[in-house]
């Protein structure tokens, strides 16, 4: 080109170092997790309004942070982390984030995308698109992409048909389920995996590509999941050849691909995995068939992942044929619940993977007859549950300590759709969405049942609380603290006891003002009542009507013919 020449030609003979920009600090976007109340934030979508809020239980409200109108074009989803807040447009998705309010940060080109994910560390972000093909007979076209969170940058691409992405094996459903990328557990963002027809294909970060350059392969694969801590990979594979092949489930540590412990099962119709949220537990819900296939039973599998072997437990219920409606880990702990049974009304027991002797065998903790509860939700910190009550039961919850195993409270928040608790496992949110068309809004309440706040929002589409990074104190500190608790807490009550004074007095002063206004209201009255004397009286020719010692009272008699009747009566002479 004739420019570069002119260019080079141009080249001084000197040469002149560059100009060093000077550095700007970024905005520190963890500032909101200086708050000197320690309060949470949570983002509602309702109508074509997004707003970012701080949970002010004190003062029984929220406190508005950020309101934006058509923010979103579909949803808004917080990271892994909390650090930034994600928004859905027509031409990619954005992320938001900053020290005093919602910056944009980064734009991520993906021309219709329909659905993120965030891995665990926030340091990816995968987007997902299904095009309709302009000829009807190709099938959709599915582009995925992985971007790098901090720079913007796509990191790898996947395109192909939905059946390239298809969960399960030869058998499988055609049906793309998402996420279809799952992340190796911890912040580390080192491994993802996907599921494909007859192998499992684990990705590692560094350079974006298989781990030694090939797919694990594992026949007829139907169903996988990572542990939340460590890289290991369970994955389940159904029976073949007609139950002549086992139905088996796996631990595979990656990146060696070695299989840690595998556990063989017979006349399986379903499984389904459950990791527990510090790795330590891995339950395998297992349905089987009877002798006759006409029915089916379930029972578990627990694996004891962190003891050595991985020794491997079964639980089955008292009663075999009952039906598993839900079942949840206590986070961070060593208990689960289950909710089982056909009735109407089922039951919900408790099991602990400790037993009273510290034998290491899993035993039962207590049966709850006959409630009104299709679903589980444990506080993030354990030892709480909410066992409620959605879709048939119209939103019963009933907020039960499982350390005493008592009921602390029962409540309802009719025609609820969701249910999620602050990440500190303080407060929790129920909410009803635009499902239904009344009622629509939330209600915060405390960890143990008290309604605190709720808000009426139409068109209620999102609720999100804003995730919390995990502590960086260590087990022993946390520990130290709970002991000293007392000695912190003083601050705290001193506080809370001026708070609930400024309540108080706010609810003084609404009174007051209440009475101010009934009493204005009566003198005006009066007032008016004073000005039409005259008028009144000139009206009703100089008499005074105001006084009631002005009337005088007269009793007075008036006789009244109310009935008249004629009747004839024979007289007898002869006698």
């Known amino acids: 080109m004739f420019e570069d020449f002119d260019r080079f030609m141009k080249v001084p003979d000197e040469w002149a170092p560059p100009e060093v920009s000077p550095y700007t600090p970024g905005e520190n976007l963890q500032q909101w997790l200086t708050d000197e109340k320690a309060r949470d934030q949570f983002v509602i979508r309702a109508g074509s309004d997004t707003e970012v809020f701080w949970n002010d239980a004190r003062h029984l409200k929220p406190e508005p942070v950020y309101k ?76 995925i992409n992985i971007f790098d969170v901090r720079t913007g940058k796509v990191m ?119 990791w527990q949220s510090n790795g330590d537990y891995l339950a395998v819900k297992v349905d089987r068939y009877t002798k006759t296939k006409k029915s089916t039973y379930t029972g578990f599998e627990l694996f004891r992942i962190k003891e050595r072997d991985i020794p491997i437990e079964v639980l089955e219920l008292e009663n075999k044929n009952d039906k598993i409606i839900a079942f949840a880990w206590e986070p961070k702990g060593h208990r689960f619940a289950v909710i089982h049974g056909d009735n109407p009304r089922p039951d919900i027991s408790f099991y602990s993977m400790r037993s009273t002797n510290n034998s290491g065998r899993v035993s039962k903790l207590t049966t709850l007859k006959g409630k009104q509860a299709n679903a589980l939700f444990w506080s993030p910190a354990g030892r709480f549950i909410i066992l409620a009550g959605l879709k048939g039961f119209n939103g019963q919850l009933e907020f039960y300590n499982v350390d005493e195993l008592e009921t602390m409270a029962t409540a309802e928040h009719f025609m609820a759709t969701d249910i999620e608790w602050d990440p500190t496992g303080r407060y929790v949110a129920t909410a009803v969405t635009s499902v239904h068309e009344m009622e629509n809004g939330f209600n915060i309440w405390s960890f143990n049942g008290k309604l605190l706040y709720r808000i009426l929002k139409d068109h209620f589409f999102q609720f999100a609380w804003r995730p919390r990074p995990p502590s960086f104190l260590s087990p022993e500190k946390e520990e130290e603290i709970a002991k000293n608790l007392k000695k912190y807490s003083k601050k705290y009550e001193a506080e809370d006891q001026d708070v609930s004074m400024l309540l108080s007095e706010q609810e003084r002063e609404r009174r007051r003002m209440l009475k101010d206004e009934w009493d204005k209201w009566v003198n005006e009255w009066k007032r008016l009542h004073e000005e039409e004397k005259l008028l009144r009286q000139k009206l009703r020719d100089g008499e005074a009507s105001d006084e009631e010692e002005e009337y005088e009272a007269k009793e007075v008699e008036v006789e009244e013919i109310l009935d008249v009747s004629e009747e004839v009566l024979s007289f007898d002479f002869g006698q």
């Open 68 to 143: 934006r109108t058509f923010w979103t074009e579909s949803f808004v989803q917080w990271s892994s982390l909390g650090t930034y807040l994600a928004t859905i447009h027509r031409q990619g998705a954005a992320v938001w984030g900053g020290a005093g309010t919602f910056n944009r940060l980064m734009r991520f080109a993906h021309q219709q995308v329909k659905l993120i994910d965030f891995s665990p560390g926030e340091k990816y972000l995968v987007t997902y698109s299904s095009h309709e093909p302009s000829n009807p007979r190709d099938a959709n076209r599915i582009v």
């Open 156 to 274: 790898r691409d996947f395109k192909g048909s939905p059946d390239d992405f298809a969960i399960g094996g030869t058998g499988g459903v055609a049906g793309v389920s998402w996420p279809v990328f799952r992340w190796g557990g911890g912040k580390d963002d080192k491994y993802f995996a996907r599921i494909g027809k007859n192998v499992i294909s684990v990705y590692e970060t560094e350079t974006f590509s298989l781990i030694d350059k090939k797919s694990l392969k594992v026949e007829n694969v139907m169903d996988f999941c990572w542990s939340p801590t460590d890289p290991i990979i369970a994955l389940f594979v159904p029976e073949l050849g007609g139950g002549n092949q086992p139905a088996r489930v796996s631990l595979v540590q990656i990146p060696s691909k070695e299989e840690l412990r595998q556990k063989n099962l017979f006349s399986v119709s379903d499984c389904k995995m459950y």
